[in-house]
């Protein structure tokens, strides 16, 4: 029961045939067979989930505000503010925090009626590609427990993969949906920056930030961003358009689909099992019917230090509120306000945190702001401008989600520039702002091979059809 | 490069040890080193983008709103003193 689908699971639930409390049940069951080797979770919230489920049951024998997610088990990042319930960013800077409040996307949530489990693990603060990054503890790869599941959404990827949970949230501003996703051999989806409200999101890189779904499949995709999905008083950068119904887009029929290839997304240092495995997608968009061609986007090169110059200023700034006075650690060795700022963002930040602060008060500081940080955002502007260029003769562009499959644990642990250079494909992506998929599309060693298809801003539609286009005519996604 | 670490780590009010420090320099230069690429191009006159999507302010009247939960809030506080955060001393 629990490897199915939400949408699958809707259907029986609909027809009786199970309920969401015995659903819930055996999804707890089972976490509790599998977590002590995947750690997919930070914390567990049972008996709020079964109370859940128990009204989702009553709605649904008495027809009443039902949706698609009535019932359905979901895991929450941890760094998504739930009411009541922890939060800690995988920090031990917020080890001991409870929101006053929920997210938007998680009030949105309960609302439709989805059976919140849990909170899942990540890399401090969002920040890493391996969750290896957590305060907490390591999440292993549910595939190969030798490997990492990506990041830093790697505890909402391994729970679904590993059916610890039927869909997950997770927020990506480099990647962090995408990649993980990738490496685990499910869906994620990274939408436009603004389709989704960021309130209650505890913010890393405020221009690059955005929330998405992960899932087994595309519809369950196109179902949870749905929810999500919308204007938002409560976050200045959430954009007041209409939210299109985004299972109506899936259809297999993409003849004449324009997908362009990023050229130098295909060169060196993408693995050959990757690049063999994006070759074969490629033949499988030309039998469907669509109209391959190769693009160059030249800005791509620098793709990686523009980023790792803004991203880190910005969290540098955004994590000037964890200093010990309202919430969350304070040092007990402070004999004055400064020493107390010093020591509590010691002990409480561990050290891919700390290299982002230092690395972005660097670029910010007076002398370097125009050397660094001036021109990462002038060259962003120019790799903008880059995927402007190829949306004017392409509808999506493709590459591979990461340069690699999983990579093994403490594998990169010490080279933190070889690990950012493993996001080179994902990172374009948050910079223009544009929506992107990862999807299943292969397999090497054992491990999942993910194919990235990226969109025009605001059109998430096109890309979840040609991703569902290649689903529905693969195999690759039923491959746990 | 001339990482000056003490002065950045001040900026950021973050205590270091000797050994953060030491990696930190090494790892940071290394990483500068290699965003140096940016220097190949030519941006002088490329406008900088700080968002993808153009944003403005949102503005709002400013009314006072009543918030219940002022306990749930304290409660996130490491020292509480009669509603108020309690800091070690600002001054001699």
Redesign the interface.
Known sequence: MINKTAHELHDLLIEKKISSAELTEKVFAHIESVEPQIKAYITLTKEEALNQARIADEQIQTKKNITPLTGIPIAIKDNMCTKGILTTCASRILANYVSPYDATIVTKLKETGAVIIGKTNLDEFAMGSSTENSGMHITKNPRDLECVPGGSSGGSAAAVAANEAILATGSDTGGSIRQPASFCGIVGLKPTYGRISRYGLVAFASSLDQIGPLAKDVTDAAMLLQVMAGYDPKDSTSVDMPVPNYRESLTTNIKGLKIGVIKELMEEGISEDVKFAIKSAIKKYEELGAVLSEVSLPSFEYAVSTYYLIAPAEASSNLARFDGVKYGHRSQEAKDLITMYYNTRREGFGPEVKRRIILGTYALSAGYYDAYYLKALKVRTLIKQDFERAFEQCDVLISPTSPTVAFKIGEKANDPLSMYLSDIATIPVNLAGIPAISIPCGNANNLPIGLQIMGKAFDEETILKAAYAYEQNTTWHKKQ | MD?N?D???H???????EE?KMT?SK??D???Q??K???K?D?KD????????P?S??M?EDVVKKYK?ID??L?????IEENM?R????ME
């Open positions: 990482i670490i002065h950045i780590a900026l950021a009010r973050l205590g270091l040890s953060e930190f790892q940071l290394n990483i500068l290699y965003a690429n940016l220097n191009l941006t490329i406008p900088p983008t700080s968002h993808a999507i944003i302010n949102v709002r939960d749930v809030i409660k996130n506080g490491p020292e955060f800091v070690p001393k600002i």
